[in-house]
């Protein structure tokens, strides 16, 4: 068990490209979070998956972010037509969904856009 | 009102002090609440959770929680340099977890 991993760890972009991050969890766990964190504030809840199932978005996920889970192990977060404003750290965290739902947290992918 | 609120700090205290940490939140259904340490640079990592009302103990961290009052604390006692880092209050809100801002601790030596 080597955590939860997230790749790329740092991307720069420019203004109008895609982005796509990748987190792996800890094997065992079924539930998965994505976070954004900007320089200052506590992480954001964006979305969360149980299994393969997208059960909850907040309402910080516009159009332009999608989040998959296809085979309920790894996670995939895409950004479009990437805004100087989506500069930020982006979290993935890992939990088993039993008991109290602690979650553990990834490296993280920091997003610079140009 | 924001759903968890903590002071950003910077709260500085002295190698050896008791650094006390507060936090609020918003939602009375809330049952579960975390503290989460994270360094500069560094991504989140669980110190203490708590469900009951009352103390937790854990080596030098404590952590209270009161209901009725939605007030979650940490305190650290015989705070050492290393403890310097943002500590981030954790509540949840259903299956998610909300995160209020941190509160910066520098312990100096």
């Known amino acids: 068990d080597t955590g939860v991993s997230q790749d790329p760890r740092h991307k720069i972009t420019k203004r109008g490209q895609n982005v796509t991050f990748r987190c792996d969890p800890i094997?065992?766990?079924?539930?998965l979070y994505w976070y954004r964190q900007t320089l200052g504030q506590g992480p954001e809840f964006l979305t969360y998956?149980?299994?393969?199932?997208?059960?909850?978005k907040s309402r910080l996920l516009s159009d332009r972010f999608s989040a998959e889970r296809p085979k309920g192990s790894f996670s995939t977060l895409e950004i479009q037509r990437t805004e100087q404003g989506d500069s930020a750290m982006y979290l993935c965290?890992?939990?088993?969904?039993?008991?109290?739902?602690?979650?553990?947290f990834g490296a993280g992918s920091r997003l610079t856009v140009l | 009102q924001k759903e968890v609120e903590q002071n950003s700090g910077p709260l500085s205290v002295p190698e050896g002090a008791i650094a006390s940490l507060n936090c609020t939140y918003s939602?009375?259904?809330?049952?579960?609440f975390f503290w989460y340490r994270q360094y500069s640079g560094k991504s989140p990592e669980l110190i203490m959770s708590?469900?009951?009302?009352g103390d937790k103990e854990d080596g030098r961290f404590t952590a209270q929680l009161n209901k009725a009052s939605q007030y979650v604390s940490l305190l650290i006692r015989d705070s050492q340099p290393s403890d310097s880092a943002t500590y981030l209050c954790?509540?949840?809100?259903?299956?998610?977890?909300?995160f209020g801002k941190g509160t910066t601790l520098s312990v100096s030596s």
């Open positions: 965290a890992s939990s088993t969904g039993q008991g109290a739902n602690v979650l553990t």
């Open positions: 094997s065992e766990h079924n539930r």
């Open positions: 998956f149980q299994n393969e199932a997208q059960l909850e």
């Open positions: 939602d009375r259904g809330s049952q579960s």
């Open positions: 708590i469900y009951s009302n």
């Open positions: 954790a509540v949840n809100r259903g299956t998610a977890l909300i």
